[in-house]
């Protein structure tokens, strides 16, 4: 689980921000918590604001963070200060509970290069316990301290010292000593990593690759969606999965596509290959066939399917996010956190508001939701706490992104009308529109 979140000098962010997920003075939805040893941590957390007021930069600090430890050179990844700080460091931590324990991982780069580096396990309030931290010079050779703990074995102190050496100033410690055998450090390493990569981040264009391989893998999932859709009311009856040869599909006219599909799968140790979100390429009996989602509508039969593309943009969001509700509700894995930056893109709000209204209901949520909307119809107290509901707002003077969770403003009863507060600006995070009434469009028209 996602506890906190800081970010300095990028993109909108200036000073320190933070983000989190710890509960607030409140007791409504209890199902709403996660509870950890003496953490209370929330599964759901809301992030409002209009457009340009950096509320999608949050996600984008995380994706940093993720391809950071993918790359082995942080050049390549490019690195967006906050505007006239480009000769200041810019600062990512991220504290989380991964496999019953909880970490602080976080580094400071300048430009393309590694400054500080270092993880701990958390103290959650008191004191934090080292497992490495790192620092770079001027010259760019690091400095790397470990936990004696993990270095008892004269073997593991030779490969640090060999490892200090080796890391490029222009790299994470964490990206290099990822698959070197270190003993119980590497232990720890790996559920950092692991947790890390395993973050779920979805921006409005992304698209599930695996979407028909689940439903067609794990019947409980198909079971699961067309149950879903039918109580959405989409005029949903059904899923069906049709299969074509790859000539049919493709006719004679693609030789070449087949030519290469075909190799593909011989090559791919009898793994799906996904070509659209709707459709995959597969081997049945050792021949290449393609697998084609299609949608069976009530009154049209079995005769008329539709294809997946001509859905309205509504529901096929609401199927692609399908997985997501599936593994935080019907499946019990160790980290299904969900990060979507505007989830309410191309979804009609009522829908939308139903979606959540139904897995704000949930018991059992197994995972955590973050996602950022400007969609007010969603600020409603019968769905989400007020400490799960957050601000994002620009400094008009200053420029920069600050947060603010509903929280924070005192007299919050169940039955307030948050919607209208924040339509109303008392709670920022709407577009500040200025003298607006002032404007005088047509003086712009030309003869």
């Known amino acids: 689980m996602l506890l906190r979140f800081n970010v300095s000098n990028y993109l909108s962010?200036?000073?320190?921000?933070?983000?989190?997920?710890?509960?607030?003075?409140?007791?409504?939805?209890?199902?709403?918590?996660?509870?950890?040893?003496?953490?209370?941590?929330?599964?759901?957390?809301?992030?409002?604001?209009?457009?340009?007021?950096?509320?999608?930069?949050?996600?984008?600090?995380?994706?940093?963070?993720?391809?950071?430890?993918?790359?082995?050179?942080?050049?390549?990844?490019g690195l967006s200060a906050f505007k006239g700080n480009?000769?200041?460091?810019?600062?990512?931590?991220?504290?989380?509970?991964?496999?019953?324990?909880?970490?602080?991982?976080?580094?400071?780069?300048?430009?393309?290069?590694?400054?500080?580096?270092?993880l701990y396990f958390s103290g959650m309030g008191?004191?934090?316990?080292?497992?490495?931290?790192?620092?770079?010079?001027?010259?760019?050779?690091?400095?790397?301290?470990?936990?004696?703990k993990f270095l008892k074995l004269k073997k593991y102190q030779i490969l640090k010292e060999h490892y200090e050496e080796k890391v490029e100033a222009n790299q994470l410690f964490l990206n290099l000593i990822g698959d070197v055998d270190l003993g119980d450090l590497s232990i720890?390493?790996?559920?950092?990593?692991?947790?890390?990569?395993?973050?779920?981040?979805?921006?409005?264009?992304?698209?599930?690759?695996?979407?028909?391989?689940?439903?067609?893998?794990?019947?409980?999932?198909?079971?699961?969606?067309?149950?879903?859709?039918?109580?959405?009311?989409?005029?949903?009856?059904?899923?069906?999965?049709?299969?074509?040869?790859?000539?049919d599909y493709f006719g004679e006219d693609d030789k070449d596509i087949v030519s290469k599909l075909t190799k593909d799968l011989e090559n791919n140790d009898d793994e799906d290959i996904p070509l659209a979100i709707d459709m995959i390429a597969t081997l049945k009996e050792d021949k290449p066939i393609i697998k084609r989602l299609y949608v069976e509508h009530v009154g049209f039969g079995e005769d008329n399917l539709f294809s997946f593309f001509e859905e309205s943009?509504?529901?096929?969001?609401?199927i692609e996010f399908m997985s997501m509700l599936y593994n935080l509700v019907a499946k019990d894995f160790e980290n299904s956190i969900y990060i979507i930056d505007e989830i309410g893109r191309s979804i009609h709000p009522y829908l939308l508001k139903e979606f959540?209204?139904?897995?704000?209901?949930?018991?059992?949520?197994?995972?955590?939701?973050i996602f950022t909307t400007?969609?007010?119809?969603?600020?409603?107290?019968?769905?989400?706490?007020?400490?799960?509901?957050?601000?994002?707002?620009?400094?008009?003077?200053?420029?920069?992104?600050?947060f603010k969770t509903l929280a924070e403003y005192k007299k919050i009863r169940p039955d307030l009308n948050i919607r209208k507060g924040y339509l109303d600006g008392r709670f920022g995070g709407i577009p500040i529109l200025a003298n607006f009434d002032d404007l005088n469009w047509t003086e712009y028209a030309t003869n």
């Not at 992030?47 to 390549?76: C, F, H, M, P, Q």
């Not at 943009?313 to 609401?318: A, E, H, M």
């Open 13 to 77: 962010f200036n000073e320190i921000t933070e983000f989190n997920s710890f509960i607030g003075d409140y007791r409504r939805f209890d199902n709403h918590v996660f509870k950890h040893k003496d953490l209370d941590i929330l599964k759901i957390c809301a992030v409002y604001g209009a457009n340009a007021t950096g509320k999608s930069n949050l996600i984008e600090a995380l994706v940093y963070i993720r391809d950071a430890i993918i790359s082995d050179d942080l050049s390549k990844l």
């Open 86 to 118: 480009e000769k200041k460091t810019s600062n990512f931590e991220i504290e989380f509970v991964a496999q019953e324990s909880v970490y602080i991982y976080g580094f400071e780069v300048l430009k393309d290069k590694v400054k500080t580096e270092y």
């Open 126 to 148: 008191k004191k934090d316990i080292l497992i490495f931290d790192r620092e770079v010079n001027k010259e760019g050779n690091s400095l790397i301290n470990i936990n004696k």
């Open 188 to 247: 720890e390493i790996e559920k950092v990593v692991r947790w890390i990569l395993r973050l779920q981040i979805i921006f409005p264009t992304s698209k599930p690759k695996y979407l028909v391989s689940n439903l067609i893998n794990e019947p409980s999932f198909m079971e699961f969606t067309t149950d879903m859709l039918r109580s959405f009311d989409t005029g949903i009856k059904k899923l069906h999965i049709k299969e074509f040869s790859l000539k």
């Open 313 to 318: 943009d509504g529901t096929k969001r609401l």
């Open 356 to 369: 959540l209204s139904k897995l704000s209901k949930e018991k059992n949520i197994n995972g955590q939701l």
């Open 374 to 402: 400007h969609e007010s119809n969603l600020l409603d107290l019968n769905i989400l706490r007020p400490d799960e509901i957050w601000f994002a707002e620009k400094n008009r003077q200053k420029g920069n992104t600050e």
